[in-house]
């Protein structure tokens, strides 16, 4: 199980994961921390906590750290979303699927997406049941 982020550490990750490409830290400050008021320092600290945490590679290119995400923005998500209901929710998708009917605003474009993912879990069960 991956270590628990914190919500900044959170919304570095996926600044981080969205750029597929590594930043220097210097982008990473100006083009995250800056727009919200961290200080450098908090920023870089963060990095570090993320890569010791096996979150982020860490690469020396001519003197200057570059940063990017140990796994795809689609793995981490699903990373993230394992531990929630594993350690949040006690391994149950119940209370997730009776809050998506509930209270969650979803488009047609995520309901047709949540349909199609059912769909491929009950061919997915058929088909180990078959096997």
Request: no cysteine.
């Given at each position: 199980?991956p270590?628990?982020?914190?919500?900044?550490?959170?919304?570095?990750?996926?600044f981080?994961?969205?750029?597929?490409?590594?930043?220097?830290?210097?982008?990473?400050?100006?083009l995250?921390?800056e727009?919200?008021?961290?200080?450098?320092?908090t920023?870089?600290?963060?990095?570090?906590?993320?890569?010791?945490?096996g979150?982020?590679?860490?690469?020396?290119?001519?003197?200057?750290?570059h940063?990017?995400?140990?796994?795809?923005?689609?793995?981490?998500?699903?990373?993230?979303?394992?531990?929630?209901?594993?350690?949040?929710?006690?391994?149950?998708?119940?209370?997730f699927?009776?809050?998506l009917?509930?209270?969650?605003?979803?488009?047609?474009a995520?309901?047709?997406?949540?349909?199609?993912?059912?769909?491929?879990?009950?061919?997915?069960?058929?088909?180990?049941?078959?096997?």
């Amino acid at each position: 199980m991956p270590p628990t982020l914190g919500a900044q550490e959170l919304e570095l990750i996926r600044f981080i994961s969205d750029y597929q490409i590594p930043l220097s830290a210097r982008e990473i400050v100006s083009l995250f921390g800056e727009p919200r008021g961290l200080a450098r320092t908090t920023v870089l600290t963060m990095l570090e906590r993320l890569r010791k945490k096996g979150y982020l590679l860490r690469t020396e290119k001519e003197g200057i750290y570059h940063f990017e995400s140990q796994t795809s923005k689609g793995e981490f998500l699903r990373n993230i979303v394992q531990n929630f209901v594993e350690k949040t929710l006690e391994g149950s998708l119940s209370p997730f699927v009776a809050y998506l009917t509930r209270g969650a605003k979803i488009s047609d474009a995520e309901l047709a997406e949540l349909k199609q993912l059912v769909a491929d879990l009950d061919k997915s069960r058929a088909k180990r049941k078959d096997e």
